[in-house]
Structures are given as structure tokens and as C-alpha cells.
T-cell receptor, first 113, second 111 residues
Framework: NAGVTQTPKFQVLKTGQSMTLQCAQD?????MSWYRQDPGMGLRLIHY???????DQGEVPNGYNVSRSTTEDFPLRLLSAAPSQTSVYFC????????????FGPGTRLTVT | GESVGLHLPTLSVQEGDNSIINCAYS??????FIWYKQESGKGPQFIID?????DKRQGQRVTVLLNKTVKHLSLQIAATQPGDSAVYFC??????????FGKGTTLSVSS
């Protein structure tokens, strides 16, 4: 199994541009989530999904959209990038009822200039 | 919302020593408390968790202690090795659908 994969690894955007961060998992996990990690901070939850067709907001959802059309994929869309969205983004997945034990991807480092 | 926090941002130990990383939490309704390890340039990795109705749980070289009276969580690593050098995060699960992470403690192990 590849586990949780994320693309791209690095991305530079200009303010106002949009883009989609890709996340996929091959473990048939129902639960998937997106976090951002800023220097000296813990991870903050952006959006999560408990299954295909179901998404919900986390702690810091503003400026981000998600969709979950399949169990495997959970893309994160930045609608109009802002410098405040410069961060490292992590996608994670877990089995049903095991939100405590999440499997994280390698992260996408995003810089918005 | 409420969040977990950590007592110390950094901890330096000698190889072979035991390490203790502490965390304070504020939400009494949390049902799980979890420790994650994050190595440089990688995503966090699950280490161990403990349910709120437990006081202690042991894994391989790690022990997690939960003191609900003072809302304190700790991770003990026995015989710390250089490969244990990483950032350690405590996290809590309140609704069973999301995790709230603390800020992290950087553990440095010197040989």
C-alpha cells in the first residue's frame, strides 16, 4: 500500500490564484481530513469527511473548499490564495471509529507571494 | 475552541535516558488523548493513545499517563535513542470526528 499520498510536494502561488491540493489513500479509509501546520504551531483542522459525499468544517475552514466524491480522494481547493495561507498542508485518513489513529501524508509546502 | 497545550517547547536528553514529555489539556469532555511523533520533513505518525477512562497505557518503550484531576497527559519514552529525536504532539478527540493538536515539544537526543 502507498498509504496517503499528496501532490504536489511544493507549490508557489501568487495572491489571488486558485489551486487544488490532491490527496489520495489506498487503505479504504472512510475518514479523511486536511490540516495546516504553521511554524511553531500544532496542526489545525481545516475540513474533514466521514465518508464519500459527506464533508464538514474544522477549526480554520475559511478560504478552502473540499469535496469527497470517492472514498479514495479528498482534494483541497484554495479559491483565491492569500499570503496568510502560506503553510504546510497535511492530509490524513483513518478507519471508521479510529479518528485517534490517523495516517498522515508527507505534506504539501505552499508559499503564497 | 479549547485546545491542548504543552509545558515545554524543547527537551534535550542523553541517549539511554528516559524522556518525559508533558501536555496540559482543558476540555474534560475529550474521550481520547493521543501522542503523535513528527520527524523533520514528514507527516505526523501515531504513537499511542489512551481513552479518558484509563490512567495508564503502555506500548513498546512508551507509556502514556493521564491525570484527569489536573488535566495532565504525559508521554514517557524509555531508553531514549537518537531515532526518537522529533517533535511530539499531544492531541485530543472530543466528538470522535476531529483531533485538536497542541503546539509540540521538540525532543533532541544526544549520543
Amino acid at each position: 500500500n502507498a498509504g496517503v499520498t499528496q501532490t504536489p510536494k511544493f507549490q508557489v502561488l501568487k495572491t489571488g490564484q486558485s489551486m487544488t491540493l490532491q490527496c489520495a489513500q489506498d487503505m479504504n479509509h472512510e475518514y479523511m481530513s486536511w490540516y495546516r501546520q504553521d511554524p511553531g504551531m500544532g496542526l489545525r483542522l481545516i475540513h474533514y469527511s466521514v465518508g464519500a459525499g459527506i464533508t464538514d468544517q474544522g477549526e480554520v475552514p475559511n478560504g478552502y473548499n473540499v469535496s469527497r466524491s470517492t472514498t479514495e480522494d479528498f482534494p483541497l481547493r484554495l479559491l483565491s490564495a492569500a499570503p496568510s495561507q502560506t503553510s504546510v498542508y497535511f492530509c490524513a485518513s483513518s478507519r471508521p471509529g479510529r479518528v485517534d489513529e490517523q495516517y498522515f501524508g508527507p505534506g504539501t509546502r505552499l508559499t503564497v507571494t | 475552541g479549547e485546545s491542548v497545550g504543552l509545558h515545554l517547547p524543547t527537551l534535550s536528553v542523553q541517549e539511554g535516558d528516559n524522556s518525559i514529555i508533558n501536555c496540559a489539556y482543558s476540555n474534560s469532555a475529550s474521550d481520547y488523548f493521543i501522542w503523535y511523533k513528527q520527524e523533520s520533513g514528514k507527516g505526523p505518525q501515531f504513537i499511542i493513545d489512551i481513552r479518558s477512562n484509563m490512567d495508564k497505557r503502555q506500548g513498546q518503550r512508551v507509556t502514556v499517563l493521564l491525570n484527569k484531576t489536573v488535566k495532565h497527559l504525559s508521554l514517557q519514552i524509555a531508553a531514549t535513542q537518537p531515532g526518537d529525536s522529533a517533535v511530539y504532539f499531544c492531541a485530543e478527540s472530543i466528538t470522535g470526528t476531529a483531533l485538536i493538536f497542541g503546539k509540540g515539544t521538540t525532543l533532541s537526543v544526544s549520543s
